[in-house]
């Protein structure tokens, strides 16, 4: 029997679970049981539970519905526990190194306690120290094992589920299981308090408890409110029928009815049933208040005094709760022109345009990547929606003829943003865009995160310091309604890099339909467009950019690597979308020169991936989509350890590459002369890398898109993923050639 079975309920948390299970596994205290507990074995958490569960036998998930809730999930996990001891942990908190060895140490000096209290730390969702609210509590108490009666005041309604450790011997001989519906935590806790017979505390932190963006959902208004009131009723009368002494009973009313006037304190919790909330509140007070019980001083003691009266007017009236709020819109955005700034103000007063979308790549850099192929997808399955593509006017040259677009910061620019429903960009709108009720932000992103982004980007100084404000970076997620992903992998990172309240769609990237889609004849087109000779081996050569460089560095002689790669070989090179050019930026020379083809300004990166035999990259994410073409990819990382200390990193590419590493410039060469870029091992890399990373693309991705953002269709009416093995990616050139 393990000394502890820790139980990680992981329902609607997916970025950070693999964060929560490793500090558990990474303990320095090995006895223990993990019990990750899953929505269903294909939910987003599930692949992260089942990658710890076959890499150490110590991990045993199981599956609770999302219907059962919180306390179902843990119930689930209680029920699979082996261990001497419980303890819970939620699947985006820490638990902090050393405290199960610090656990196991009180535990033996306070053998047999039903529950160890214990310490944690309240770390804010952003850039703050940590807070350790439960140690005035604990300072408290008795300094070993001690009757709850000794310390009436110390009680689990005051604290979290997850800041103690259970015997699990007490709760199977009391019969102790979380309560159903919200706010289960208050009902745990009086249960468990009632039903202790020994207690202690441990005077350190264990868990770091880090809070979400977006607040407890306990918070948010609706009638799940009224819970709190079942919880209380629940704990006093299980605190009636067990007879628990009148210090005890008072310290947990008290207790409990602190709760209680917290929410009747905020009737914008209550949008409707306020004033039954409190009549109900009134009726439990007054049944179960204790004899002698005395409120306490204050403006606490007030609203006892007025919810025992059942004095409803008055109540509001102490809170200030007659005063309305008013909702505003988010502050009109300052364009450069007033005239401009006022017109603005007054399309924000017009109606939303319900057949209006209107799409925006790479901060208008042209038509291009998710929102250009979602936007060819809904003129054909929704010719109803006028769509408008935002340029700068430095591309608007270079717009498709038959696409309507607005210039960037033209007063139509305006316009189109105060007016239009749908709202799709694969970057971020400007800073003042107004998020109008009823409107629809669509956030395609533009590439699978293998180095850190958003909020996670605070702790690498160099990228931070390019990045702006971090608080305005938020501001602009908020107005997210849905955000795309192409694999798992991108879900998870997402929700950490961008904490927000939006809908992850899984869905694939539009962009790489064309993967699937184009034919023969698509890729020989392309590849005489980029004057690729015939009978060649065309190596696309695609670097990232790099935040401690101030312009484009190819970072490899192509002349020298072609010389020594083979005589058919040809390189594409495709700069990162930052610069406009490649060969001709970083040498002054422009066009094809010997065997190097300069394409970085070739408006689709996708036709240039096509066109392709085989792709050589150093960490740029253009590895996860070309690897959907199922073709051979190289690695050349000649400052993997500069890159991820500066940048930083999800994962280690080094670990799991999509093809043969090469760290030199020879290195490099010599993996194409000897043939081993499309050699055996480079496709079981491969084979690997694509189940992993194009779990979702699979040339349907705009049309579950545009059916269910643009046409509204519900999420079981959108078409299904087509599985790995069953999708045919476009054929390459090369093989053309040798059929």
């Not at 609706?222 to 919880?231: E, S």
């Not at 009723?233 to 628990?244: C, D, I, K, N, Q």
């Not at 109900?280 to 204790?290: I, M, Q």
């Not at 057949?355 to 038509?367: F, I, K, S």
Request: aromatic share 8%; proline share 7%.
């Amino acid at each position: 029997m393990p000394r502890f079975s820790i139980i990680v309920p992981s329902h609607g948390i997916s970025g950070r679970l693999s964060q929560a299970l490793d500090s558990v596994l990474g303990q320095s205290f090995g006895d223990l049981q993990l019990i990750p507990v899953r929505d269903a074995p294909d939910a987003p958490a599930a692949a992260v539970a089942a990658g710890h569960a076959e890499r150490d036998s110590r991990v045993t998930p199981v599956d609770s519905p999302p219907s059962a809730g919180l306390s179902g999930a843990r119930n689930a996990g209680m029920r699979a526990a082996t261990g001497a001891y419980v303890l819970f942990l939620d699947g985006d908190d820490l638990l902090l190194p050393g405290a199960l060895a610090a656990l196991d140490a009180r535990l033996t000096e306070t053998a047999g306690v039903d529950i160890l209290y214990v310490e944690h730390e309240r770390t804010p969702w952003w850039d703050s120290e940590p807070s350790n609210p439960a140690a005035p509590l604990l300072a408290k108490a008795p300094k070993g094992a001690f009757d709850p009666g000794d310390a009436p005041g110390l009680t689990g309604v005051q604290l979290p589920a997850w800041s103690a450790a259970y015997r699990r011997a007490f709760l199977t001989e009391h019969e102790l299981a979380f309560p159903d519906s919200h706010f289960t935590d208050l009902g745990w806790g009086g249960l468990t308090t009632i039903a202790a017979e020994r207690i202690a505390v441990l005077r350190r932190p264990v868990v770091r408890h880090r809070l979400r963006r977006q607040g407890s959902r306990l918070n948010l208004p609706g009638p799940h409110q009224h819970a709190v009131l079942d919880q209380v009723e629940l704990v006093l009368s299980r605190a009636a029928e067990a007879g628990l002494p009148a210090e005890r009973t008072g310290a947990l009313f008290e207790q409990l009815f602190t709760h209680v006037l917290k929410t009747a304190s905020r009737p914008e919790r209550l949008p409707s049933g306020h004033r039954a909330f409190f009549r109900r509140a009134c009726r439990l007070y007054r049944r179960h208040r204790p004899a002698g019980f005395r409120p306490p001083g204050g403006s606490l003691g007030v609203q006892h005094r007025l919810l025992a009266a059942g004095a409803y007017t008055a109540f509001r009236a102490l809170r200030g709760a007659n005063q309305a709020a008013a909702g505003t819109l988010e502050r009109v955005p300052r364009p450069r022109i007033l005239r401009t700034r006022l017109r603005y103000a007054l399309d924000l007063r017009r109606p939303l345009d319900p057949g209006l979308a209107v799409y925006c790549a790479y901060w208008g850099r042209g038509y291009a990547c998710n929102p250009a192929a979602i936007h060819a997808k809904a003129r054909e399955l929704a010719p109803h929606i006028r769509s408008v593509f935002l340029v700068e006017a430095d591309q608007a040259h270079a717009m498709p003829k038959d696409v309507e677009y607005a210039v960037i910061g033209s007063r139509r620019y305006w316009e189109v943003l105060a007016r239009a429903k749908y709202l799709i960009n694969n970057a971020n709108f400007a800073e003042g865009i107004v998020k109008r009720p009823g409107s629809v932000h669509l956030q395609t992103q533009h590439g699978t995160p293998l180095k850190t982004m958003g909020v996670d980007q605070s702790t690498y100084p160099v990228v931070a310091a390019q990045s702006g404000s971090f608080t305005k970076l938020l501001g602009r997620v908020d107005r997210w309604d849905f955000n795309l992903s192409s694999n798992r992998h991108s879900t998870q990172m997402w929700e950490r890099a961008f904490p927000g309240s939006y809908e992850h769609l899984e869905y694939g990237y539009p962009r790489n339909d064309v993967y699937y889609t184009a034919a023969a004849d698509d890729v020989a087109r392309i590849r005489r467009e980029l004057g690729v000779p015939e009978g060649s081996t065309a190596v696309l050569y695609a670097p990232t950019h790099r935040d401690h460089h101030t312009g484009f560095e190819s970072g490899l002689d192509l002349e020298a690597f072609c010389a020594a790669a083979g005589e058919d070989v040809v390189v594409l090179l495709r700069a990162h979308y930052f610069y406009d050019r490649g060969l001709s930026r970083a040498s002054g020379r422009t066009g094809r020169i010997s065997r190097i083809i300069d394409v970085s300004a070739h408006r689709s990166a996708e036709d240039v991936c096509l066109a392709a035999d085989a792709l050589v990259t150093d960490y740029s994410s253009i590895m996860f989509d070309y690897a959907n073409l199922d073709r051979p990819i190289v690695v050349y990382a000649d400052d993997w350890d500069v890159y991820r200390e500066t940048r930083g990193v999800y994962f280690d590419l080094m670990a799991e590459p999509p093809g043969p590493v090469a760290g030199t410039p020879e290195e490099l060469a010599r993996l194409f002369r000897d043939g081993s870029w499309a050699g055996p091992k480079a496709r079981a890399l491969r084979a690997a890398f694509r189940e992993r990373f194009c779990q979702f693309d699979d040339g349907q991705a705009a049309e579950r898109v545009v059916r269910r953002v643009l046409l509204g269709e519900p999420p079981e009416a959108i078409p299904p993923v087509i599985p790995l093995a069953e999708r045919l990616p476009a054929p390459a050139a090369a093989t053309l050639v040798r059929s």
